[in-house]
Every structure is written in structure tokens, then in C-alpha cells.
């Protein structure tokens, strides 16, 4: 029984024995060790860091350094890039932008002589209606890059409250430069030049653009805009109009030609007799276009003192009067002596017919339906209970 016993045990440590003999462990040497299949990056030198940080601190200050050249009008549905105006910069325009915002809650804003970067919109309407003025205000300043360049200068008849009117206008633009203008001084100059040669009837709208720097010399850079107006875009680029040595810019129309509104023969014969200034030296052209008035660039301080004398003498040899539209007495005193702006105006305005005399003090007709439409599009909302429609 016992050497049945003491023969098991020694049966384990001879397995374990084969076990551990067939169990072998290998240590590889230090020139065995395994290498990484890519080579670590080099440290790059201290100095070409700080040379790369100096670098993209100078690509983040250059564009302080040198403001845009051009931009996109999110209006304009070819996206084109414009250049930016001459005589506008970033910097101009922030120093504009707090120029206007001292002022906004000034009341009346006092209009400037023209050369402190504002664009002085000067409008004229014998009929006041404070909607047609609010579409021409908010299609212009919705239209600009930079509304707080523009000032606005509306000439109403005596008679209404002008305060009244502006402060409707003001609720509905908080933010805009405006100003309420009465007629009667520019009217009473036209009058006296009318009542001394007894002139035909002057159109006081057409002529009014001439007189307004003599009367208001505050005002002696603007740009005379029909009340009728819608602007559709690229208002901009009427900033960067170059008057040259002219006094007057003004676009022409050449679906009106001058030989429509004159008999040659007559004109010939005037030409011939008339040793006025005002008069050509050489031959007028029969296909010479009509001036659109719509759209007039004005300097006051070039402006030739006797223009308003030779449109009164133009209408009283050819027998015109305030209802003959356009008038070609106009045409005739600016022959030659305009710039023609190169600006294509009918992609950027839109002149519309409201059905309503707005340059006759009865206010004669009615807004057409259509027109009311097209308003909608530029009335800011509770524009009919503010202005009181």
C-alpha cells in the first residue's frame, strides 16, 4: 500500500520537467530592438516658429492696412464686382457713420456745403404726399451700401405743417438725415426774373434745380431727384460722378429728340438774329436728345448766373409754356453746356406714372392701382397709419 503511494507523486515533477524543456524564452539584444517604419519629424528651429507666427499676425492686420477696392450689391442679380467710388473709403465712411449718428437726434439737419461727404438729395413737389416722398426715401437708402451718406432736402408748398411732415417721415426713418424745405424763396426768385422780361409762365419743378443754390447757398452740391422716382439699385456709383468744369450733369434722353419740341426753321432764324450768350455759335442738331430732368447733378458754386434768364428768354422766342413737357427751353439753355454722365440710368431708376399732378398745387388725380402695388414694396410697415392714408 505504501510503495503503491509514493510511486504517484514522482510521476508530476518529470511532466513538468518535459514541460519547462520544451518552453524556451528568448531576450532579444539591444540590436535587435524593432524600428518604427516612419521616421519621427525633425524640431524645427525656434526661430522659423516665431518668423510664421510674425507672418500670420501680418496677413490678419493687412487688411486694415489696405481698405476693400470693390464690392457686390446684394441688389444687382449679375453680382458683378464694382470698384468703389474715389472719393468714398472705409474710412470715410466710418467717420461719416458717426458724423450722422452726433447728429441724428438734432432735429432739422443743417444742410453742409457740399464737400463734407454727404450726398445731398434735393426734391421738389408742388402736391405734398408724404407716401410718394417715403417710397423715394426708402428705395434709396435700401438701395445704398452706405445710407448714412445720404441727406434728404424736400421743397413743399407753403401752407402745410412742415414740422408735422417731418416727424411722420422721421418715425418712419429713425436714422435718416431729413429736412423740410418751404418753396416760396425760390419760387419768389423765379417770379422776379419772370414779372422783369414778362416771360410765359415759368414750370417752377424744371427751373427750381437752377435757383435752389442762389437761394440756399448751404446747398451748393446736390443731386435734383424727380419725387416720381424709384431707385433700384447702384446708388453708389452716383457718388463717384466727376462734374469736371461743368456746373450741370444730367443724363439725356434720346427717345425725345430735340426736332420734336422745336421747328428748325425757327430755331435757324433765332440763331441767326439773337446775339444773346446763351445762343449756340454753331448749328443745333436736330437729332440732339432731350435732357431726362429727372436725375440732375448740380454745383452751385459753377453754376452760370444767367442760366435762369436764358431758360425764361428760350421759352418766350419759341412761345412755350409751363404745360409743354419736357420743356425745350431747358434743352436749348443746357445745349452744350452740360456733362453727360456716363452712368446708365434706366438700370438703376425707375420713373412711374402715379396717375396724380404731383407738381400741380390741386393734386389733380388719383394714385392708379398699379402704382399703389409697386409702392407696397417700399412703404415700411404702418406706413398708412403713421402718414395718415
Same mark, same amino acid.
Given at each position: 500500500?505504501?510503495?503503491?503511494?509514493?510511486?504517484?507523486?514522482?510521476?508530476?515533477?518529470?511532466?513538468?520537467?518535459?514541460?519547462?524543456?520544451?518552453?524556451?524564452?528568448?531576450?532579444?539584444?539591444?540590436?535587435?530592438?524593432?524600428?518604427?517604419?516612419?521616421?519621427?519629424?525633425?524640431?524645427?528651429?525656434?526661430?522659423?516658429?516665431?518668423?510664421?507666427?510674425?507672418?500670420?499676425?501680418?496677413?490678419?492686420?493687412?487688411?486694415?492696412?489696405?481698405?476693400?477696392?470693390?464690392?457686390?450689391?446684394?441688389?444687382?442679380?449679375?453680382?458683378?464686382?464694382?470698384?468703389?467710388?474715389?472719393?468714398?473709403?472705409?474710412?470715410?465712411?466710418?467717420?461719416?457713420?458717426?458724423?450722422?449718428?452726433?447728429?441724428?437726434?438734432?432735429?432739422?439737419?443743417?444742410?453742409?456745403?457740399?464737400?463734407?461727404?454727404?450726398?445731398?438729395?434735393?426734391?421738389?413737389?408742388?402736391?405734398?404726399?408724404?407716401?410718394?416722398?417715403?417710397?423715394?426715401?426708402?428705395?434709396?437708402?435700401?438701395?445704398?451700401?452706405?445710407?448714412?451718406?445720404?441727406?434728404?432736402?424736400?421743397?413743399?408748398?407753403?401752407?402745410?405743417?412742415?414740422?408735422?411732415?417731418?416727424?411722420?417721415?422721421?418715425?418712419?426713418?429713425?436714422?435718416?438725415?431729413?429736412?423740410?424745405?418751404?418753396?416760396?424763396?425760390?419760387?419768389?426768385?423765379?417770379?422776379?426774373?419772370?414779372?422783369?422780361?414778362?416771360?410765359?409762365?415759368?414750370?417752377?419743378?424744371?427751373?427750381?434745380?437752377?435757383?435752389?443754390?442762389?437761394?440756399?447757398?448751404?446747398?451748393?452740391?446736390?443731386?435734383?431727384?424727380?419725387?416720381?422716382?424709384?431707385?433700384?439699385?447702384?446708388?453708389?456709383?452716383?457718388?463717384?460722378?466727376?462734374?469736371?468744369?461743368?456746373?450741370?450733369?444730367?443724363?439725356?434722353?434720346?427717345?425725345?429728340?430735340?426736332?420734336?419740341?422745336?421747328?428748325?426753321?425757327?430755331?435757324?432764324?433765332?440763331?441767326?438774329?439773337?446775339?444773346?450768350?446763351?445762343?449756340?455759335?454753331?448749328?443745333?442738331?436736330?437729332?440732339?436728345?432731350?435732357?431726362?430732368?429727372?436725375?440732375?447733378?448740380?454745383?452751385?458754386?459753377?453754376?452760370?448766373?444767367?442760366?435762369?434768364?436764358?431758360?425764361?428768354?428760350?421759352? %418766350?422766342?419759341?412761345?412755350?409754356?409751363?404745360?409743354?413737357?419736357?420743356?425745350?427751353?431747358?434743352?436749348?439753355?443746357?445745349?452744350?453746356?452740360?456733362?453727360?454722365?456716363?452712368?446708365?440710368? %434706366?438700370?438703376?431708376?425707375?420713373?412711374?406714372?402715379?396717375?396724380?399732378?404731383?407738381?400741380?398745387?390741386?393734386?389733380?388725380?388719383?394714385?392708379?392701382?398699379?402704382?399703389?402695388?409697386?409702392?407696397?414694396?417700399?412703404?415700411?410697415?404702418?406706413?398708412?397709419?403713421?402718414?395718415?392714408?
Amino acid at each position: 500500500m505504501s510503495s503503491s503511494t509514493s510511486s504517484f507523486p514522482l510521476s508530476r515533477p518529470a511532466a513538468r520537467r518535459r514541460n519547462d524543456s520544451t518552453t524556451t524564452t528568448t531576450t532579444p539584444s539591444s540590436g535587435d530592438l524593432l524600428r518604427p517604419a516612419v521616421d519621427p519629424a525633425p524640431n524645427p528651429r525656434p526661430i522659423f516658429q516665431w518668423v510664421g507666427f510674425g507672418f500670420i499676425i501680418f496677413l490678419c492686420f493687412l487688411q486694415f492696412l489696405l481698405p476693400a477696392t470693390h464690392f457686390r450689391h446684394p441688389s444687382d442679380p449679375l453680382r458683378e464686382w464694382r470698384p468703389f467710388p474715389s472719393n468714398l473709403s472705409p474710412s470715410s465712411s466710418s467717420s461719416t457713420n458717426s458724423k450722422a449718428s452726433s447728429d441724428e437726434n438734432s432735429g432739422y439737419v443743417r444742410a453742409h456745403d457740399g464737400e463734407d461727404g454727404m450726398v445731398h438729395i434735393v426734391s421738389w413737389m408742388d402736391c405734398l404726399d408724404l407716401q410718394v416722398l417715403a417710397v423715394l426715401i426708402n428705395s434709396t437708402l435700401s438701395s445704398s451700401r452706405y445710407p448714412e451718406l445720404f441727406s434728404f432736402h424736400f421743397f413743399v408748398p407753403e401752407g402745410h405743417d412742415d414740422k408735422v411732415s417731418y416727424y411722420k417721415l422721421k418715425v418712419l426713418f429713425p436714422h435718416s438725415n431729413l429736412e423740410i424745405i418751404w418753396q416760396e424763396k425760390v419760387k419768389g426768385q423765379i417770379m422776379a426774373a419772370y414779372s422783369v422780361g414778362e416771360y410765359p409762365r415759368p414750370s417752377f419743378h424744371e427751373m427750381a434745380p437752377f435757383v435752389i443754390p442762389t437761394v440756399h447757398p448751404t446747398l451748393s452740391k446736390f443731386i435734383y431727384v424727380s419725387t416720381n422716382v424709384i431707385f433700384k439699385g447702384g446708388v453708389e456709383e452716383l457718388l463717384g460722378v466727376d462734374l469736371k468744369n461743368f456746373a450741370i450733369a444730367v443724363a439725356e434722353d434720346c427717345s425725345k429728340r430735340l426736332s420734336a419740341y422745336v421747328n428748325f426753321d425757327v430755331l435757324d432764324a433765332i440763331q441767326r438774329s439773337a446775339s444773346n450768350p446763351w445762343v449756340s455759335g454753331t448749328p443745333y442738331s436736330e437729332e440732339a436728345c432731350m435732357p431726362d430732368l429727372s436725375l440732375v447733378f448740380i454745383d452751385g458754386s459753377r453754376l452760370e448766373k444767367n442760366l435762369l434768364e436764358a431758360i425764361l428768354w428760350w421759352s %418766350k422766342v419759341l412761345n412755350k409754356s409751363e404745360r409743354d413737357s419736357p420743356n425745350p427751353a431747358v434743352a436749348l439753355a443746357l445745349y452744350n453746356r452740360h456733362l453727360k454722365p456716363d452712368i446708365n440710368y %434706366k438700370r438703376w431708376i425707375h420713373r412711374y406714372d402715379g396717375g396724380r399732378n404731383i407738381y400741380s398745387e390741386s393734386c389733380g388725380g388719383a394714385i392708379r392701382p398699379d402704382v399703389r402695388n409697386l409702392w407696397k414694396q417700399y412703404l415700411p410697415p404702418m406706413s398708412d397709419q403713421i402718414l395718415g392714408y
